[in-house]
């Protein structure tokens, strides 16, 4: 298999990284473009035998799978730069959240898919979310899954829930890490307690939760149950967060799903402008 990796920004680099580290790929069948070709030729220096190259042309051709690790406005260029290279035969994979299936397989004359990956996937753990245009054949859908195997859970999802699963899988790690980092900057704050050794105790303990959320079998509820006695101290605290943040991750998805729509609008418009579509 010859995977071309086109931008190795943040989750580009991540999922080169994965995949060589968990043997999935290796390095000598990765080749790399990226805006700044200094930063494709760094990565082939640390993995020797990866093939850095200056353009997306080059990247794309004769490769079978071709993952599009970029953001959506540089979707217009790269796309102008694909035109007649592509064949039938190659799969392209777009990790980009508001890029459509349908908008994909109208612009170029592959096969398509979307994957939404996670920083989970640095460690081979999480999950990864998968979508399928018309074009993908059975055989197409296990040789991909086979390889996200390695770094992750891949789970077939439906495209028009790619926002909110996206809120869960891929941003959450960060709305989690954030939360943790409040915990740990109050008991700073408050008590005195050295903050390396507050942050270990705590990322432990969410580690270990999410075992239990997962091996373990519980549900968020029977954990707090399990822990929270009643009248007692975790209890009280339990009802002030109820209290407090009542609201607030509502508040969040409404405020992800707005910018993913208009996200989606501004990408329209640019993927039915002349210039790339011919018209």
Known sequence: MN???IGIGSMGSLLIEAFIGSGALEPSQITASNRTFAKAERLAYRHFGLRAVPTNREAAEKRDMIFLCIKPHEYKNVIEDLRGV???HQLVISITSPVLLDQLEELLPCKIAKVIPSITNYLCCGSTLCMYGSRVT???????NGLLAAISEP???????TRIVSDLSSCG?????????????AAVEETGIDRSEAL?????ML?????????GGMTPEELQARVAVPGGITAKALALLERELDGVFNAVIKTTHAKYRDDLEHLAVALNSKEVNGS
């Open 3 to 5: 995977v071309g990796f």
């Open 86 to 88: 592509l064949e039938p």
């Open 138 to 144: 059975a055989a197409d859908r296990a040789q991909l």
């Open 155 to 161: 789970l077939v999802i439906d495209e028009k829930h």
């Open 173 to 185: 790690p960060a709305f989690m890490a954030f939360v943790l980092q409040r915990f740990v900057d």
């Open 200 to 204: 270990l105790i705590a990322s432990t």
């Open 207 to 215: 580690l270990g939760t999410g075992q239990l959320l997962t091996e």
